[in-house]
């Protein structure tokens, strides 16, 4: 069982940075892809990122491509999302997510085994 926990969500203005953090229990950590997801009122929940095991490869969705980066500290047991050049339209509550040994398919938030609680990420214009 992984419990998953994100933090660092906030009202920020357009143009600004968040960080959020994903903390996961466990010990095998490093086996779990990891991803982050989002989800505005009245829409699906959407792929934002993701980040094999490893850390060695990443993905993005390319409404954040170039402004997001992901990435994971395996001794810290944490993932991280960093936002940069926040848009109104980045406004949702965001989710991370970790699926054991996944190599592929990672925008499909279906193939994930374990999802935090979420956090609210507000980007005001």
């Known amino acids: 069982q992984v419990q998953l926990v994100e933090s660092g969500g906030g009202l920020v203005q357009a143009g600004g940075s968040l960080r959020l953090s994903c903390a996961a229990s466990?010990?095998?950590?490093?086996?779990?892809?990891m991803g982050w997801f989002r989800q505005a009122p009245g829409k699906e929940r959407e792929f934002v990122a993701a980040i094999r095991g490893s850390g060695t490869n990443t993905y993005y969705a390319d409404s954040v491509k170039g402004r997001f980066t992901i990435s994971r500290d395996n001794a810290k047991n944490t993932v991280y999302l960093q936002m940069n050049s926040l848009k109104p339209e980045d406004t949702a509550v965001y989710y991370c997510a970790a699926g054991w040994g996944l190599y592929s398919g990672y925008e499909d938030g279906g193939i994930y085994d374990y999802w935090g609680q979420g956090t609210q990420v507000t980007v005001s214009s």
């Open positions: 466990g010990r095998t950590f490093s086996s779990y892809a």
